[in-house]
């Protein structure tokens, strides 16, 4: 049975929350406290966590932080207040995989829980290199050889989608159930709009090109020829 670990100071948030995983077969630990959550965390190695972000005793990125220093690779759901954009980029940046503001549908917290305990083992890897690039899950960095790439966040998620599956065609539609946790294909151009700038950043002047666009199809990712 799959494990989450739910720090929630909350208790009616952290009930409703229980009972719906509950109900879809997940077993599920609760702490109240971020203190509690790290020990929890540690001792009992989940297979995902949902942190709330403001915590007595220790804040939810502090929890976060700590377990990245030590290499656990644990997915984690952030769950906040803090709706601001900075807030967010800070979360992720910290280390968190995904985010959630308050107040939520709960189907649509299950929905993000079910994507991040979807990714391939692999991802749990804190570096990833394919070629000359290098993408580092702990400090959230991104190099092509000697050259620093500054990622946003969702750039950072997709390149690391697409690193994790190099040599792989990945269709848009994948692109928007895994990175984007789309559940339905929607008439947009999202993808290729968040493609074009990525590719302008992996792929710099007098760079053998390493992000492929696949007419029609979708968008591979190999190592420069």
């Known amino acids: ?35 509690e959550g790290l020990d929890k965390a540690r001792a009992g ?23 990245r220093q030590e290499r656990v690779r644990i997915p984690v759901l952030i769950l906040s207040a803090l709706g601001a954009i900075d807030e967010r980029v800070r979360g ?10 308050k107040p939520f549908a709960i189907v649509e917290l299950v929905a993000r829980i079910e994507a991040l305990l979807r990714r391939p083992a692999e991802s749990r890897e804190t570096m990833l290199r394919v070629g000359p690039l290098e ?15 500054d990622l946003l966040p969702r750039e950072f998620r997709l390149l690391e989608y697409m690193m994790q599956r190099s040599d792989q065609l990945l269709t848009r539609a994948m692109l928007l159930e895994e990175v984007w946790n789309y559940k339905f294909v929607p008439a947009t ?3 290729d709009v968040h493609m074009g700038r990525l590719r302008h950043k992996v792929d710099g002047p007098n760079e053998a090109p390493m992000i492929h666009n696949v007419r029609g199809s979708g968008f591979i990712l190999r190592e420069p020829s």
């Open 1 to 35: 049975m799959t494990k989450i670990l739910l720090i929630e100071d909350d208790s009616e948030t952290a009930e409703e929350i229980a009972d719906e995983l509950i109900q879809r077969g997940f077993e599920i630990e609760r702490a109240a406290s971020g203190i």
């Open 45 to 67: 190695r989940p297979d995902a966590l949902i942190v709330d972000r403001m915590l007595p005793g220790m804040d939810g990125l502090t929890i976060i932080e700590a377990l």
């Open 92 to 101: 992720l940046r910290s280390g968190g995989d995904d985010y959630l503001t």
């Open 135 to 149: 993408l580092d899950l702990i400090s959230r960095t991104a190099r092509r050889g000697d050259r620093a790439i």
């Open 189 to 191: 151009n999202l993808v």
